[in-house]
């Protein structure tokens, strides 16, 4: 049942799958106001437009790019020395941070000094930095002050995705205007603006200061819906090894963050691999630590020792900290007439700790404690849904809510403190009352940002869970949750290998557009009308590389019709030559246009004169090949 | 670029996947008023829960069949020779139809004499019936003269799916009370509550005399949400044998209605195949044979040609007809400034042809006609939307708003001569534009039920739209869409081969399912409540068993924990042993009954004095393995 270290610190090595450059893609960086603000973005290159459709250019469209430097061809990562600390001058300069001389944590220590680890340590340690006695390091500290933080401009170029240079390029003509459920969704996103929304709390930033490593990125309801893509080991299966190329191959399809929720072996010296290797912000579960050093007796947890394991994970460079603090004692037994209980692990751990110490939980009682530790490094809370359903039967009870309303008041103490919280959600839910999770949500939680698990939207399909939830996923995206954890088909079943974590992300990733387009998010739907004008074109390439996924359009298209000539013929496999509507939409079009009938009563004066013309030319308007 | 008939009438064999026995299911059938009312359904046995766990039976969950005999062990198809013609007797008792001598259509005719297509035709033809002359035979007809038909009682029973049995076993306690925006669900399904929807036009019962071998079913919002999956060879690829398959297949794994859209060779022959052996409602759309019969050509169709495939097309049974009679002329040009112009092939057909000959197209002149054809055999329209916005750009533009109105005033028509309607949908539509399409479409088309294909909630997936349209999909059959055109991975890029099909048809029973949930549909929530309930006593094959796709579930769950011993263990893969949250909360609610303590009064009261019993017991909580 136990995994052998597998990974050895002289043989790491990238994950080739996972630097692969995507085709006709371009890496680009747009620098801010100053040198070192430099945003990464994908620009896919497009063809022109055929000569007897008009012939014109396409400019290339911006995409969001989660992949950090492993799909920059001039960057070379070596694993073993971990990504560029690309924040660490502007952590510096903020002079209210200190190197310490150590780790802080007892077990930090403990295992730095064990011999028998070194052959899978990463072996660039660098001393973690800590806030100075007195200071509050978090972006939403910063915020309330009115400060811009490089972090924060870095994050308003990338949002922007060079709108207004493309609407001037002519890629968004129109966009339909979205139905954003009462959010404030700016034409242009400034760095002012991201300031605002993090000193309001109502979007954070994760980023750790020691994890300098990140390419900064915001969570929050008037920015783009952002996807986690959760990895990690169990003590039943896999290695340090593939959680790496997990986190790669996660972050090249478009994972915003990454969670560890590894519980196996070895999860210390595993979470720093990730974490030197990351360009997008790590979360964890911390009690899922804390309850293996106590040899799996949940009873045996304490205050002391989670404590210890917050410090070593924020010492390490974790951006957000799922804490269950919500599971407080009254509710548990809310729990005990549901079908399926408590699924959360978290939540299920504190539950049994509850009831054997007859007690609310230390990470209730010591919640302002947790905070000290919190804005020391700046992590960002998560706070956690324990008591979340896990079935379409228990959804929206009062053990759920009660639990968000304990999560409204935490949030609220958090605040105080200036430290980032975002507030996590179900489970599984029926599409009808979903919106009641999410205005619940913002109403009790003061629109903190939501942070939701699908929800899975029927419990019948095992195998195909990642559907169940992107429905979910994509509605509870449009009402307003901020970020979504994605499913993978292996959800109830296994754990994910790399195939089920692209399709988890790609699923989820048209769940997060889904929502952006349906809030009108500005600029959403010009990868959209790309794609569409591609295809009324028939410029097959460009198709396949717009897509959140080019290997699989193209591997798709070549099953049904292998030949390159296919590639630049005006049908598809579909319908083959004569049948193609697109093709006499095109013929449509051209006539409505020479004979200038663009509107109604343009057709019912111009049309009879022009019938017989249209009869004419109408023997040559199939394309043969 | 053709493809060689590969389907000898002499050969033909039942694709063997597709009779395979569902695990532990027993096919059963419920005997209605009269013995040859005989409604198939599946029963999903389950095993016993654990003793530690309450030891109780778990009855079988009935659910829904649409394979028709090829997954009765006690049944033996042969393709050569078609499916039983369950509901001939029916048809004759009513005294209103005639068996005709021969074939009325010329094609037809001529087709059956060629000498040359002998190897590869249906052998078993019988000679078609139509209705006597001043005869109305559709379902609608007699639903308003006060008729309960057997198809009419057979589908009450088929959709109650023994609901009150179920109740009275305990399958459903409780069911989430649904949104359904208006729609009218009874609490029981009854024969007259049928009769009634269909004499409203609300519903619609897809029953072609000529197509006795189906199991009958409905379409209409007060229902279960249908499924259909298209299958059909095109020019480019695909054969007779292939198709069968498809539908064999399709109809396996749920589709309620199967669409032939071939438009490659032989589709006279392929639609004789599928019609005779298939178990559920065959949908075509005429004018693609149409088209094939002038050589491609859309200027030179003619009422003429069209009318004659419509008979051809009635006598061989086809159930529905997709008709694009809404394409008006002056709509036409409104296409002109749009994204992706017109994307159905049979409205940029007619289209072309209303543009060349500056006519209102004769599908809509002659709409009455075809109301002549369609009660002579009980074909049911679905009136096609040829303008439907092939991308999120064009979604609820004018050109397809004039189109659905059209529409509506065609229903009326069709209703004025008893024939049933339903109506196709979008498309590509945002999803915060969803609901205008639903709200419409019932406004306007006076509730009958609505059929659409996703809607694609974005553009930019290719190989994945079946989850952007399985997205719109759920939320429009929640709205009060009554059957939802499939869409396979393959949209946009090529055929569905089998593997598509099978991934389609899931995404959308997964969909229709949600939707039903979502509507508060009486029953829906007992599969749900079995599979959790199953989850949460770790019972791992009834888990397979229970979900829409149990080989998947099972291979995914093997390949993480691949020894039979694994499906005993009252832990899974992703947790491993110590960390499950099911067995934790298993313990709080033993420990939560134990002590009395289901309410929150009751936990502050008794609590305290119960902790340390608790602990005590709190080194035996683990199951070990």
């Known amino acids: 049942m136990t995994t052998l270290p597998t990974y050895l610190s002289d043989a790491a090595a990238v994950d080739d799958a996972s630097i692969q450059p995507l085709p006709n893609s371009e890496k680009i960086y747009v620098t801010g106001s100053r040198p070192d603000v430099r945003v990464p973005m994908r620009a896919i290159r497009q063809s022109r437009t055929a000569t007897e459709l008009g012939g014109e250019e396409n400019p290339p469209v911006m995409v969001y790019d989660t992949s950090g430097p492993y799909s920059d061809p001039s960057a070379r990562v070596d694993l073993r020395k971990g990504l560029p600390p690309l924040r660490k001058t502007w952590i510096e300069e903020r002079g209210d941070t200190e190197q310490l001389a150590g780790f802080s944590s007892d077990y930090s220590r403990r295992r730095l000094s064990d011999p028998a680890l070194d052959p899978l340590r990463f072996g660039h340690f660098n001393a973690p930095r800590k806030a100075r006695a007195g200071s509050n390091v978090s972006q939403m500290h910063y915020a309330r002050r009115g400060i811009i933080t490089p972090e924060m401009e870095f994050i308003a170029i990338r949002e922007n995705l060079k709108l207004q240079e493309a609407k001037a390029q002519g890629l968004l003509e129109r966009q339909h205007p979205g139905e954003s459920f009462g959010a404030s969704i700016p034409a242009e996103i400034t760095p002012e603006f991201v300031r605002d929304e993090v000193a309001r709390g109502r979007a954070i930033i994760p980023a750790n200061i020691n994890h300098p490593e990140i390419e900064p990125m915001i969570i929050g309801r008037n920015f783009l819906v952002k996807i986690n893509g959760n990895i990690g080991n169990s003590a039943v299966t896999s290695s340090i090894e593939e959680e790496v190329a997990k986190l790669t191959w996660g972050t090249r399809w478009g994972a915003d963050t990454i969670m560890d929720l590894s519980t196996g072996k070895n999860i210390h010296e595993t979470r720093e691999w990730l974490i030197r290797n990351s360009p997008v912000p790590i979360g964890t579960v911390p009690i899922y630590q804390a309850l293996e050093k106590v040899g799996g007796v949940a009873e045996d947890l304490s205050w002391e020792i989670f404590r210890d394991t917050l410090i070593e994970q924020a010492e390490q460079g974790v951006d957000y900290f799922t804490i269950h603090a919500g599971v407080r004692l009254a509710y548990v037994p809310m729990t005990a007439s549901r079908v399926t209980g408590i699924v959360s692990r978290g939540g299920s751990i504190m539950a049994k700790w509850c009831l054997a110490h007859h007690q609310e939980s230390f990470l209730y009682t010591h919640f302002e404690d947790i905070c000290e530790i919190m804005k020391a490094y700046d992590v960002s809370f998560s706070l956690g849904d324990g008591l979340r359903p896990g079935s379409i039967a228990d959804a929206n009870d009062a053990a759920q809510f009660g639990e968000l309303e304990t999560l409204g008041e935490l949030t609220k103490i958090a605040w105080k403190h200036d430290v980032q919280v975002m507030i996590e959600g179900p489970g599984h839910v029926p599409m009808h009352l979903i919106k009641e999770n999410m205005d619940k949500q913002l109403r009790e939680c003061g629109e903190a940002p939501f942070y939701t698990l699908g929800p899975l939207t029927t ?167």
């Open 459 to 625: 419990d019948i399909a095992p195998g195909y869970d990642h559907i169940t939830s992107g429905i979910g996923a994509a509605m509870i995206g449009w009402y307003g949750c901020a970020m979504l954890c994605y499913v993978t088909p292996k959800e109830h079943l296994g754990l994910p290998n790399k195939d089920d974590v692209k399709t988890g992300i790609i699923t989820y990733k048209i769940a997060a557009h889904a929502a952006d387009l349906a809030k009108g998010h500005p600029g959403a739907q010009i990868r959209d009308d790309a794609m569409s004008k591609a295809r009324f074109e028939f410029r097959w390439e460009d198709q396949f590389n717009l897509g959140l996924d080019p290997d699989t359009a193209r591997a798709y298209h070549d099953e049904t019709l292998p030949k390159d000539s296919a590639k630049v013929a005006h049908f598809c496999s579909m319908c083959g030559p004569k049948f193609c509507s697109m093709k006499i939409t095109q013929e449509v079009r051209e006539y409505a246009r020479d004979h200038g009938l663009e509107t109604q009563e343009a057709v019912s004066e111009g049309m009879a004169a022009k019938a017989g013309e249209f009869r004419q030319t109408g023997s040559e308007l199939y394309h043969k090949v």
